[in-house]
């Protein structure tokens, strides 16, 4: 039996959409929602500790996002291209796969140029939408983008200023190391070292994994059937250590909380039907939505998401959605700030 898109609408007053960071760091609001009976609770985010255990363990992702978007103009033409470097190709230095908006779509031979900086050439124009092309340049690509690129903020963030030095920083998470996310994981730009030393003090083991999140979070639902929705597959690492952490906590009776849908897909990718966790690195399309039976999480802390989206499904699948959508029109009441640089809550 299919199941309608609508179904997982909710009407959002645009001015609840957080066009900028809280003031601080760890200031934000969080609501706290129980998946078993539905209640809500209204609290902050530095109040996190308290609804933790002994023996949990908290899952980070710990992508950096690059500055991934530039400008190039087309040699010859002086066509404009904005381009969004995705990832490389095959781990190559010399070959990613980039997005690009023009008038008119490079074909494969074009060369494009990059602020002075470095060139790129078209090998190749693939099926989804995004391509492979040739860096052509004396110095690393990442090393050529944190000097030309911006940070690819999200499509809602519409405002004068598209980047701020404030966006350097608030826009990655503080334990961000692993370069080669296009969106940051949202959920842990909360985190401050001073939350996270709390949280560790109530004997709650904090843990790392890597899921370099792709363009495709952003990509809207256009089928009018949760089913026939792709999810693009995205890169993840989890090591042999976090791996083994993660199944002492299970045995012991603790919960496994993960920060982020990025976090929730990564750990239900690398568990198996007996719930152990297996170490490994590969890449997830891993689509969840009800009647998901999870296997890997306990609970989760996430930002508030988009209506119809595959973030919303996914939460709807682990807290039902009735009650999911209630504490949704509750948060519009209480004027909560959704998406990226907004309000979270704790799905427990």
Known sequence: MSTPTDDFFFTLPPE????????????????????????????????LPGFLQAGDALVLNNTRVIPARSFAVKQGSGGKVECLFVEPVDESPDEWLVMMK?????????????????????????????????????????????????????????????????????????????????????AGLHFTPELLDQIRARGVEVLELTLHVGPGTFRPVKSEVVEEHQMDAERYEVLAPVAEALNRSRAAGGRIVAVGSTSVRTLETIVDEEGRFQAGQGRSDLYIYPPYRFRAVDAI??????????????????????????AYEAAVQERYRFFSYGDCMFLS
């Not at 090393?143 to 990655?172: A, H, K, M």
């Not at 930002?303 to 996914?314: A, D, G, I, Q, V």
């Open 301 to 326: 802390l996430t930002n508030f998401h988009l209506p119809r989206s595959t973030l919303l499904m996914m939460m709807s699948a682990f807290c039902q959605r009735e009650w999911l959508l209630e």
């Open 102 to 186: 023009s008038s008119h779509r490079p074909k494969p031979g074009q060369l494009l140029e990059l602020s002075g900086v470095l060139e790129l050439k078209v090998l190749e124009n693939r099926q989804d939408g995004l391509n492979r092309v040739e860096v052509i340049s004396d110095r690393p690509l990442l090393e050529c983008l944190e000097e030309i690129g911006r940070l690819p903020l999200p499509p809602y963030i519409q405002r004068e200023q598209p980047e701020t030095p404030e966006d350097r920083e608030r826009y990655q998470t503080i334990y961000a190391k692993e370069v080669g996310a296009v969106a940051a994981p949202t």
């Open 16 to 47: 609840l959409i957080a066009q900028h960071p809280a003031e601080h760091r760890g200031g934000s609001r969080m609501m706290r929602l129980n998946r078993h009976n539905g209640e809500v609770e209204h609290s902050q985010v530095s109040q």
